[in-house]
């Protein structure tokens, strides 16, 4: 790209490229395989060609920009420090995940316990947030949702219990429907749809999805970016 994005691709860069990218008020950039690549259980990241420079010309022309990953083996805070370590400068406040936008979209409807399928990268937002989170367990009680994120964990009690809670009148949330993620090994599976998959077969429930491509994920981050989702 010119204005040192990148060297050496000028002729594949149109105008009307050029000037799409002069008359942004912000950016949403995707994470694997569109900044880095990493292998399949999303370690060892490095920058794919013209990232660094990409997020450094949006930086220097004072724009606003988010790293928005489908990925929550990793608390946001945590897949920036990653991405810092791995040479590209973004700021704990510049990344979001799936639970970032949860976090919006269950305090907004009140939501108070939310039985969560993952780890502490899909767990840490919501406690951060002020919202109980209860593990896939037999006595887990009443829960407002269950949330669904990377969980190769996952068991059939813990099937169950999310489908209890489902029964019981909770609404089931998926951090991402995407069928894999693109890593340096090629396709890597993820685990947010199979699982809600599963959920749905056994309950007939509906799905609310909080990753991209969501108009729910769209408006956190046209809010964390101070601009209209528009």
């Not at 594949?12 to 990218?21: H, K, N, P, Q, W």
């Not at 400068?89 to 305090?107: H, I, K, L, N």
């Not at 909770?170 to 693109?182: N, R, Y």
Request: hydrophobic residues 45%; charged residues 20%.
């Amino acid at each position: 790209m010119t204005d040192g994005v990148t060297d050496g691709v000028t002729d594949a860069v149109t105008d009307a490229v050029r000037e799409r990218l002069r008359d942004a008020r912000g950016f949403i950039f995707d994470m694997d395989g569109t900044l880095v690549l990493g292998d399949r259980v999303n370690h060892g990241l490095r920058p794919l060609p013209g990232a660094v420079a990409m997020l450094e010309w949006v930086r220097d022309r004072g724009l606003p920009y988010v790293v928005f990953t489908n990925g929550t083996n990793r608390s946001p805070a945590h897949f920036a420090q990653v991405l810092r370590e791995a040479g590209l400068p973004v700021p704990e406040d510049r990344m979001m995940t799936p639970a970032s936008s949860a976090v919006v979209m269950f305090t907004r409807r009140g939501y108070k316990r939310v039985m969560v399928l993952g780890g502490d990268g899909l767990a840490l937002p919501l406690r951060e947030a002020g919202i109980e989170v209860v593990p896939p367990a037999d006595e887990a009680g009443p829960v407002d949702a269950v949330f669904v994120g990377w969980f190769p964990e996952f068991t059939m009690p813990a099937l169950q219990a999310a489908c209890e809670a489902v029964w019981g009148g909770a609404t089931l949330f998926s951090a991402s429907e995407t069928p894999f993620f693109a890593s340096a090994n090629g396709r890597a599976l993820g685990t947010s749809r199979a699982i809600s998959a599963m959920i749905r077969s056994l309950t007939g429930c509906g799905l609310r999805i909080t990753g991209k491509p969501s108009l729910d994920a769209l408006r956190a981050a046209a809010s964390r970016l101070g601009v209209r989702p528009a």
